[in-house]
Nanobody, 120 residues
Framework: VQLQASGGGLVQAGGSLTLSCATS????????MAWYRQAPGNQREAVATILSGGTTNYAEPVKGRFTISRDNAKNTVYLQMNSLKPEDTAVYYC???????????????WGQGTQVTVSS
């Protein structure tokens, strides 16, 4: 199983970026997908989560600015980030709890991270 994150980059404050994370491999089911971020010197923190039925949850600092969505047919999760602030600068990681075709239990998997830099 691989999670491939993309879409990061350098943007000015107030700008927008959309991150994507495509999951590939022999997957039977994905019940939880999320975006985390880690800024230098900080712990990794959850940004947004989405369940298979579409229920979402957001960290307080990004509420109203970020939108998480998923395409279940493509096993892909997105993060639309608007009104970006310098404090949003971090490496963003995708995370998924999924069941592989030959497994009995769900496990968590991480993507490789994509850098988002917001200049003031």
């Amino acid at each position: 199983v691989q999670l491939q994150a993309s879409g990061g980059g350098l943007v000015q404050a107030g700008g927008s970026l959309t991150l994507s994370c495509a999951t590939s491999g022999s997957i039977r089911s994905i019940d939880f997908m999320a975006w985390y971020r880690q800024a230098p010197g900080n712990q990794r923190e959850a940004v947004a989560t989405i369940l298979s039925g579409g229920t979402t949850n957001y960290a307080e600092p990004v509420k109203g600015r970020f939108t998480i969505s998923r395409d279940n047919a493509k096993n892909t999760v997105y993060l639309q980030m608007n009104s970006l602030k310098p404090e949003d600068t971090a490496v963003y990681y995708c995370n998924a709890r999924l069941l592989q075709s030959d497994d009995m239990y769900y496990n968590f998997y991480w993507g490789q991270g994509t850098q988002v830099t917001v200049s003031s």
